[in-house]
């Protein structure tokens, strides 16, 4: 009998804490890269609010030769907060109550994920809120996509020794990519894709490339310009990539690993020749071995849309990690 009561309650705690265990884990989120789920009601939805938020988050991504939207934007009623819908990475709960409110709350359905609550007494709080908060917003929501990306980038990746041993940093670069073109300081990898192609370049500069008689942004046309020049050109004589100079790429000043880094935007196209797609560039300046590292991502693909394609490239270049030199033994 006391052997029975024994087994029953052993049993009982192996449930339990099974059953808590499931409680405590996350759900895995899925959903497409760059997607929010806005849940919010149809009134609100098709009024000042609604237009708020697609002209915050839908606005068109800076960089890309036609317009496509920051965030692809879903909207569901309230009532839907349940189900599979609480399954998606960045969720935004707008609501109208008496209490004035905005948070931000991660993993609260399922992981990785950020619930953003919005709710005020007015149509006027709501839109302030949203107004004054946005930019945290997305900043917070891209960071989160740029390490989903890189996570699945992750799960499958390229060997990188050569990028290792010739530049001192490592690079997540997902299986696709292949060795193009290699130079002392220079590598370019290539993917095919159905309609086009992706590339990533890697090469560095010396410390003081970049000119102090010129604007930074016109200083880095001209390098890059320069690396067209040499190793990227296409199939007819007297082609090569230049910087598309209808308009000035943008430019925007950043850290990366801690180093400051010029990241530059724009579009390029191939000279004498119907080619032409979407680049980001990073300056890298790495005191450390008195040099620029750049790191580039371009893409080909005339009959699609290019801003996650562009995204990947990012994720990618951002994945950098930069290969601490071993002090020598004595």
């Known amino acids: 009998m006391k052997k ?24 895995k989120t899925s959903g497409k890269i760059n997607t929010i789920s806005v849940i919010i009601d149809d009134p609100l939805w098709n009024g000042e609010i609604g237009d708020t938020i697609r002209n915050k988050f839908a606005s068109p991504v800076i960089g890309l030769p036609k ?34 409110r905005f948070e931000i709350v991660e ?19 709501i839109l302030d809120l949203i107004e004054r908060n946005s930019a945290t917003i997305i900043a917070k929501m891209r960071q989160t996509e740029i390490e989903e990306n890189q996570r699945m980038i992750d799960t499958a990746t390229i060997n990188t020794r050569k990028i290792r041993k010739k530049f001192k940093v490592d690079l997540k670069i997902p299986k696709g990519y292949n060795y193009v073109l290699e130079r002392r300081k220079f590598i370019w990898l290539k993917k095919e894709i159905t309609s086009g192609n992706t590339s990533i370049l890697i090469y560095q500069i010396p410390l003081g490339a ?59 196209e191939l000279k004498n020749d119907f080619m032409s ?51 020598k033994s004595k």
């Open 277 to 327: 797609g979407p680049f980001i560039n990073y300056h890298i300046i790495d005191r450390v071995n008195r040099r620029i590292l750049v790191l580039e991502g371009f893409c080909y693909d005339p009959s699609k849309e290019k801003r996650d394609l562009m995204f990947e490239l990012e994720a990618i270049i951002k994945s950098v990690d930069f290969i601490k030199k071993t002090p």
């Open 4 to 27: 029975a009561l024994f087994f029953v309650l052993v049993i009982f705690y192996i449930f339990s804490s099974c059953i808590h265990k499931n409680k405590d884990e996350k759900v």
């Open 67 to 100: 317009e496509e939207p920051l965030f692809t934007i879903n909207q569901y009623p309230v009532k839907l907060l349940e189900g599979f819908m609480t399954h998606s990475r960045n969720i935004i709960v707008i609501k109208k109550e008496f209490k004035n």
């Open 107 to 125: 993993n609260q359905y399922a992981s990785p994920q950020n619930v953003i609550h919005i709710s005020g007494k007015t149509t006027p709080i």
């Open 210 to 268: 970049l000119r102090k008689n010129l604007p930074i942004t016109q200083s880095i046309i001209r390098t890059r310009d320069s690396i067209g020049n040499l190793y990227i050109h296409g199939m007819g004589r007297n082609t090569k990539m230049v910087t598309e100079d209808s308009y000035t790429p943008y430019l925007f000043q950043i850290k990366m690993k801690g180093k400051e880094t010029y990241e530059t935007k724009g579009t390029w």
